[in-house]
């Protein structure tokens, strides 16, 4: 274990995370030199304990005894080239947060994911404080990990782990594992799929047999996952998820029943439609990995039956504004890749598409099976033309230019129809040429819909 105490301690990156790792540190150590390259990140750190200066220009490296890196500072960056050939120790939140708050009463419970993982880790917290029972939530979803480290004990964290912070761990063994999906993303910032799916394989890299694995094996790219954990000789107790299957030690659905067979007792649960409003196929793969985890750490039938339809999703994910007997307007503003838009785009029929924003590098040609349901586009962004061009050919497609006029023309466009239609908002994009995050932008949404209402 660390011993951080009057250590000299750097910091790359002074977002939420870094500056959740300087209060952190500040109780072990006055000895902090915090860094980051926007210099209005860097003036919002008021501390004048804290010494602010490029990492780069430390005379001897060496005097490092660590160096923090924040998740999304790539590999490459000059400083992590430093620590790494003065062997300085590299480390990040996730790893810290476990040397902290490891103990045989605490219970860890990370969950990863290309898409749904905010969904189920904001569910599983919902299920567990629903029973009475402690869960501290945080990590990618918002709460910096460094920021849940308290002197409880006996106590549920759950947490939410990007790709970025899973490429940082070494030591990290969480009781509980997740992996809901994977896709392709971030691959800029990774460098190609293989190192993506690499990250995310991290989180397993640990774990023996008093740990647990959930695994949703309806994905191929996670079954591949599956597959080579179980082939290790110390490896975790594996839970499989699956939709269309029964497997020994797992929860799954059948004709839209839920079963627990985690002892091979096949107790039926309840159907699905009773247990949540939830849409797409993705959620109830969502729900049935978060009651396998739930079941573990001691929460009843009774109480998941009793609890789970409370839950009414998360803001931007598939976020139904508006319904009547005509129209919806629904937000899913998170959908910021290729691969998310397509499950929204599952979800329903005679689809008004509002898209766009800042590219990822993914192909638009994979949404192509999803033409029929689409009736029109109207795109937003510094890729609308993009869209507009691929698109143009297989139903109407136009360059709004902006939220506003891309739902003006969708609603215009609604009432030359005959249908019961869906104004969809799955951008397929990052926000950040047009918006702060996708919140900023799913807001904006929200905010022009309740405008046309009035």
Request: one cysteine or more; charged letters at 25%.
């Amino acid at each position: 274990m660390f011993n951080y105490k009057n250590k000299i301690v750097g910091i790359l990156g002074l977002g939420l995370t870094g500056k959740s790792a300087i209060k952190f540190f500040k109780k072990f150590s006055k000895n902090i030199i915090a860094w980051d390259d926007n210099e209005i990140v860097r003036k919002s750190i008021l501390d004048k304990s804290v010494k602010i200066l490029d990492l780069k220009l430390i005379n001897n490296f060496k005097m490092l005894d660590l160096l923090f890196v924040s998740p999304g500072i790539k590999p490459s960056h000059p400083v992590i080239k430093l620590a790494k050939n003065n062997k300085v120790k590299i480390t990040g939140d996730l790893d810290v947060f476990w040397q902290e708050q490891s103990n045989n009463k605490n219970k860890v419970i990370v969950i990863t994911g290309s898409n749904g993982k905010s969904t189920v880790t904001s569910l599983i917290h919902h299920l567990l404080v629903s029973s009475n029972k402690p869960s501290n939530i945080g990590g990618n979803i918002g709460i910096p990990v460094l920021n849940l480290i308290s002197d409880k004990i006996a106590n549920n964290y759950v947490i939410e782990a990007s790709s970025f912070q899973l490429d940082l761990v070494k030591t990290i063994k969480p009781n509980i594992s997740i992996l809901t999906n994977l896709s392709p993303d971030h691959l800029d910032w990774h460098g190609s799929y293989k190192k993506y799916i690499h990250s995310k394989e991290n989180l397993f890299l640990n774990q023996n047999s008093n740990d647990l694995a959930i695994i949703n094996i309806n994905n191929d790219e996670c079954f591949k996952v599956y597959k080579k954990i179980n082939n290790r000789k110390n490896k975790p107790k594996i839970i499989k998820i699956s939709i269309n299957k029964k497997f020994n030690n797992s929860i799954y659905l059948d004709k839209e029943k839920v079963y627990d067979n985690l002892n091979n007792k096949n107790i039926f649960i309840s159907d699905i439609k009773d247990l949540t409003s939830l849409i797409g196929k993705h959620n109830i793969e969502n729900i049935l990995i978060s009651i396998a985890v739930v079941i573990f750490l001691g929460v009843s039938h009774k109480n998941i039956k009793k609890n789970l339809p409370t839950f009414r999703g998360l803001p931007h994910r598939l976020e139904l504004i508006y319904k009547n007997s005509k129209i919806a307007f629904i937000n899913d503003s998170k959908s910021t890749n290729m691969v998310a838009c397509k499950v929204a785009l599952n979800c329903f029929d005679n689809i008004i598409w509002i898209a766009g924003g800042r590219r990822k590098g993914d192909e638009l040609e994979y949404l192509k099976s999803n033409i029929k349901s689409i009736k029109a586009g109207y795109f937003i962004g510094e890729s609308a033309d993009e869209f507009v061009h691929y698109f143009k050919n297989y139903f109407l497609s136009k360059n709004s230019n902006n939220i506003k006029d891309a739902l003006t023309d969708a609603v215009e466009y609604s009432k030359t129809l005959n249908l019961y239609t869906a104004i969809l908002f799955s951008p397929a994009c990052s926000s950040f040429d047009q918006f702060e995050n996708y919140e900023e932008r799913g807001k904006k949404f929200i905010e022009e819909v309740n405008e046309y209402l009035k």
